[in-house]
């Protein structure tokens, strides 16, 4: 009897400290397990309470996004209120549209990126601590071996060189072909164009024009043109390429032919002094002769340059018509004085 009470007692203290326990701990989820006990001829209930608990795990919010200020630009290209990369998205993009040049009126794409780079991170890390409204400059660094490679292909593609006048002679008469101008472009203008557009951004046309490049020769340098034939022994002044005046002269002996060729007048002198030249024999022990009736070259001479060979008068007017020099081109005094205000020094002078 007295293990009976003795049960009891613990099986009671039990259950009220399961009643204190579920009082005491809050948001425990119970389970209760029961089990039957037989002492002798009493049965006895004892209930076992597990407590379970729950817990709650929270995520933090992701910061907010940060944004450019509104109306902000960077080179022109808005950027306001984009995420710092797509704003740098949006000015690489922007920077990559080609470049219009236009010469004359032929239209040419250059592409930035073969020519340039620009720093658009840089550029939008100022934009976003700018101040509403503002138009950040970029920063473009320029390749300069490449983009004046560019420029200087543009120049020869649309140079033209000029064509000069040409004096030519056919059957003993002078023939001129006409000059022609050339074009070319200011590379340098072209030059600072476009590295001022790729600095600004700026992808309207760039605009050059060609200009016209003259002949260094042109047709007026031919204004007189002396025709000499030894076998006629004429002089004949052309202005251009028409026949003005002819002149008997006389021309150089077998022994002493005047040259054959081209040549040009490189010297004029008013009352020359002869001078015998000491490399002829047939000049040797001869003194110089001042100006006067007597002198040889008469009152005009118009050296040529072939060697010891020149146009001039002569005081022997009786040797003109024929081959009677020694290798000059011998005229009467006064054909030689007007022929000497007629022609300047640089005159044509085809001996034939």
Known sequence: MKRLHAVLL??????????????????????????????????????????????????????????????????GVRVGGLTPADAVAAVKDAFARPLPVVVDRSRLLLDPARVASPY????????????????????????????????????????????????????????????????????????????ASLRSNSRLPVRVHTHAVA????????????????????????????????????????????????????VKWKNPWWYPPVQDDWAKGLKPVPPGPSNPLGTRWMGLDAPGVGIHGTDEPTSIGYSASHGCIRMQVPDAEWLFDHVDVGTTVYIV
Not at 173 to 194: A, E, H, M, N, Y
Not at 220 to 234: H, M, P, Q, T, Y
Not at 241 to 259: C, E, H
């Open 120 to 195: 658009a991170a840089t550029a939008v890390a100022r934009a976003r601590i700018s101040t509403t409204g503002t138009n950040v400059p970029l920063v473009v660094s320029v390749r300069g071996a490449a983009l004046r490679t560019w420029v200087n292909a543009i120049g020869k593609r649309f140079a033209h060189a000029a064509v000069d006048a040409e004096l030519r002679f056919r059957n003993a008469r002078p023939v001129i072909t006409g000059d022609k101008p050339g074009r070319s472009i200011d590379t340098k203008v072209l030059l600072r164009r476009v590295i």
């Open 10 to 75: 613990f099986v009671l203290g039990f259950a009220v400290a399961g009643v204190f326990s579920g009082a005491v701990i809050a948001d425990v989820t119970t389970s209760t397990s029961t089990v039957t006990t037989t002492v002798g001829t009493t049965t006895a209930v004892t209930t076992t309470t597990t407590p379970t608990t729950t817990t709650t795990t929270t995520t933090p919010a992701p910061p907010p996004t940060r944004t450019l200020p509104t109306g902000v630009r960077v080179a």
């Open 215 to 266: 002949p260094t020769v042109s047709g007026d340098s031919f204004a007189e043109v002396i025709v000499i034939n030894r076998e006629l022994n004429r002089l004949y002044l052309y202005d251009e390429t028409k026949l003005t005046r002819t002149f008997a002269v006389a021309t150089g002996q077998a022994i002493y032919p005047t040259p054959r060729g081209r040549w040009h007048i490189v």
